[in-house]
């Protein structure tokens, strides 16, 4: 059984920054290949970043909102970050990590952005 579990959201003034964590458990899980998504309200859910682990290199790939101020990191095989500079109320959204290309997903981390 696959777990992923996030951590790190909370509230945040505009301009600040926040680290989250996804720790991923259970056997069978390919966590060479993870990404954050997110998921604001009334919006669909979207693609955030990603870190693929091919041999001793990390491929990393981010949308283009991400506008580099979002990194995307690993330790392992277990733990997947992602720490967010300079946020905006417009990143304000639940935060997911994500076997690439599987339903497996965490249950969530809010981030809120607000002065």
């Known amino acids: 059984q696959v777990q992923l579990v996030e951590s790190g959201g909370g509230l945040v003034q505009p301009g600040g920054s926040l680290s989250l964590s996804c720790a991923a458990s259970g056997s069978g899980a390919r966590t060479n290949d993870m990404a954050w998504f997110r998921q604001a309200p009334g919006k669909q859910r979207e693609f955030v970043a990603r870190?693929?682990?091919?041999?001793?290199?990390?491929?990393r790939n981010y949308a283009n909102f991400v506008k580099g101020r979002f990194s995307i990191s690993r330790d392992g095989q277990n733990w997947v970050f992602l720490q967010m500079n300079s946020l905006q109320p417009d990143d304000t959204a639940v935060y997911y990590c994500?076997?690439?290309?599987?339903?497996?997903w965490g249950q969530g981390t809010q981030v809120t952005v607000s002065s």
């Open positions: 870190i693929r682990n091919e041999g001793n290199t990390n491929y």
């Open positions: 994500n076997i690439w290309g599987t339903q497996h």
